[in-house]
Nanobody, 128 residues
Framework: EVQLVESGGGLVQAGGSLRLSCAAS????????IGWFRQAPGKEREGVSC????????YYADSVKGRFAIASDSAKNQVYLHMNSLKPEDTAVYYC?????????????????????WGQGTQVTVSS
């Protein structure tokens, strides 16, 4: 059974930092891409960052480039999202997602619709 468990959310002031963790199990880690998505109240879910280790590929949404960094630890089956210089508009529920590499990444492009397994989400709130 595929499981993705997020942790590390919380309340932080603008300009602060948080690190989200995603613990993955139930699938061969290296055969999957892992992504972080977020959804704010009243807004559509958006892709924040993705990583595919075997493809040596990383994606960042324009809104987080230069502030967020994704990293994976295949030995621990964990993926991290380091979030720096947080802004109130980063407030959202953050979800970890996984999808097979052949459905999520091809020729330098991540296909966000290919992420088919989801965690329960963790709340990130940035106060101004």
């Amino acid at each position: 059974e595929v499981q993705l468990v997020e942790s590390g959310g919380g309340l932080v002031q603008a300009g602060g930092s948080l690190r989200l963790s995603c613990a993955a199990s139930g699938f061969t880690f290296d055969d999957y891409a892992i992504g972080w998505f977020r959804q704010a109240p009243g807004k559509e879910r958006e892709g924040v960052s993705c990583i595919s280790d075997n493809d040596m590929a990383i994606y960042y949404a324009d809104s987080v480039k230069g502030r967020f960094a994704i990293a994976s630890d295949s030995a621990k089956n964990q993926v991290y999202l380091h979030m720096n210089s947080l802004k109130p508009e980063d407030t959202a529920v953050y979800y970890c997602a996984a999808g097979p590499r052949d459905r999520t990444y091809n020729r330098s492009t991540f296909y966000l619709t290919g992420f088919e397994y989801w965690g329960q989400g963790t709340q990130v709130t940035v106060s101004s």
